[in-house]
């Protein structure tokens, strides 16, 4: 099975960015679909974005649409997710998960596999 390791969390400014990692150990993470979810104080987990397998195809909520990008690293076997012109609304533990064949890559239910998390605080 495949290990997840999140880094790249921290606490920035508004309008600030950050870029979140997700290494991969134990399986090649490019047979996975890969998402991303946060969790906000007091608040259900919820979608931010997702790659799938082969073709790198991309999807984001809409409240990161414009602002953040996935993407794959096949010879570092990670995902990263950069996130640009953050908002406090932002603030929250970030998650990457994978599964080779999610039903339904926006819900977080879908995915066996998860890191445990980095913070994100972005200060206004």
């Known amino acids: 099975q495949v290990q997840l390791v999140e880094s790249g969390g921290g606490l920035v400014q508004a309008g600030d960015s950050l870029r979140l990692s997700c290494e991969a150990s134990g399986r090649e993470l490019n047979n996975y679909v890969v998402g991303w979810f946060r969790r906000a104080p007091g608040k259900e987990r919820e979608f931010v974005s997702a790659i799938t397998r082969s073709r790198g195809f991309t999807s984001y909520a809409d409240s990161v649409k414009g602002r953040f990008t996935i993407s794959r690293d096949n010879a570092k076997n990670t995902v990263s997710l950069q996130m640009n012109n953050l908002k406090s609304e932002d603030t929250a533990v970030y998650y990457c998960?994978?599964?080779?064949?999610?039903?339904?890559?926006?819900?977080?239910?879908?995915?066996?596999?998860w890191g445990q998390g980095t913070q994100v605080t972005v200060s206004s």
């Open positions: 998960a994978a599964d080779t064949r999610p039903v339904g890559a926006t819900r977080d239910s879908s995915y066996a596999y």
